[in-house]
């Protein structure tokens, strides 16, 4: 039994492992292809005096430092915990994503203000330059959020890499289309009002992640899991009489917590209740419940636990 559960435990750590290396290959695979991209950009942008490639180059440079941030704290998250963070250091994957979610929010500020400064003062763009190198942004923004794609749905960090690089993606068609349409018409005012639209397109992507991510901050419950019907669960269990002082946080941006009291009919029932609950638990996604048991209600009759003053 015990060479079954070794062999079981370390092809969970290996394959625990190959995914970390695969991610972290990933990321800076990602970061390099995405900085000598910001520099032809840029560089292309000062040459052409295109604001949309220059805002385009800003932000992609601003996304690079996301994915900078976002691979600091993935390798955070799987760094052990001590005797000084007993959780290790998982916390600072949600102030990564809040802190990324801010230098967007900031990017989509400058590019308003030189938007808005372009349309009062406007100056002459060669179109076919500011589509060639936005179409390579097309490619390098496309590649990138295909090879985010897969881990993206189980990780707040990832995620966002991946909602930045899709509207890049989005952004460089777009920066595309106003050089076609000036090299065909002359109408540069569509170089400032493309910028506009960039900056909504990075507004609305940022808006759900800031909002999460300061949720999660502030140990809110994290938004995929219903309280109320975990409470339900956990309720309807055999020997369960009532539950209070239920706290569901996330602990890093893939990993959730609990604490609960439950107050039960007899203390004889003790270990098949813990595993029901622990099963609920794991099916609402929380990786760490912690349980205590109580045959009469330790005196507070609410469901959350209010701070002492």
């Given amino acids: 039994m015990s060479k079954e559960h070794n062999h079981s435990h370390s092809h969970h750590l290996h394959h625990h492992h190959h995914k970390i290396e695969t991610i972290n290959k990933i990321m800076i695979w990602a970061i390099v292809i995405n900085l000598l991209y910001v520099a032809i950009e ?4 000062l040459y052409g005096d295109s604001l949309g490639l220059m805002s385009d180059a800003g932000h992609n440079l601003g996304d690079v430092f996301s994915l900078v941030l976002t691979m600091i704290g993935f390798k955070l998250a799987h760094a052990a915990a001590n005797h ?11 102030l990564i994503a809040l802190l990324n979610a801010v230098i967007l929010l900031v990017a989509v500020g400058v590019i308003i203000i ?10 002459p763009i060669d179109g076919a330059l500011v589509s060639w190198t936005a179409g390579i942004g097309i490619i ?3 590649i990138t959020a295909w090879m985010l794609m897969k881990d993206q749905k189980h990780d707040l960090n990832i ?17 595309v289309i106003a050089g076609i349409i000036i090299s065909f018409t002359g109408f540069v005012l569509i170089d400032p009002i493309i910028s506009l ?13 800031l909002h999460e991510s300061l949720s999660l901050s502030i140990d809110g419950v994290p938004e995929d899991i219903d309280i109320e019907k975990l409470e339900t669960d956990i309720e309807s269990i055999s020997h369960v009489k009532s539950i209070h002082h239920i706290h569901v946080w996330a602990l890093s941006t893939t990993l959730n917590a609990m604490t609960v009291h439950v107050v039960i009919d007899s ?7 813990l595993s029901a609950i622990k099963e609920v638990a794991h099916n609402f996604g929380i990786n760490h419940p912690t349980i205590q048991f109580e045959t009469t209600s330790c005196g507070n009759s609410s469901l959350y636990e209010t701070p002492v003053q």
């Fill in 42 to 45: 840029a560089g292309v942008g």
């Fill in 114 to 123: 030189e938007s808005i400064r372009k349309i009062q003062h406007p100056e």
């Fill in 197 to 209: 639209v960039i900056a909504a397109i990075i507004l609305v992507s940022t808006w759900h992640m």
């Fill in 267 to 273: 203390r004889d029932f003790e270990d098949e209740t």
């Fill in 84 to 94: 000084k963070f007993t959780y290790g250091y998982q916390k600072s994957t949600i």
């Fill in 140 to 142: 390098v923004n496309g």
């Fill in 159 to 175: 995620r966002g890499a991946f909602l930045h690089m899709a509207a890049d993606t989005l952004v460089s068609l777009g920066v």
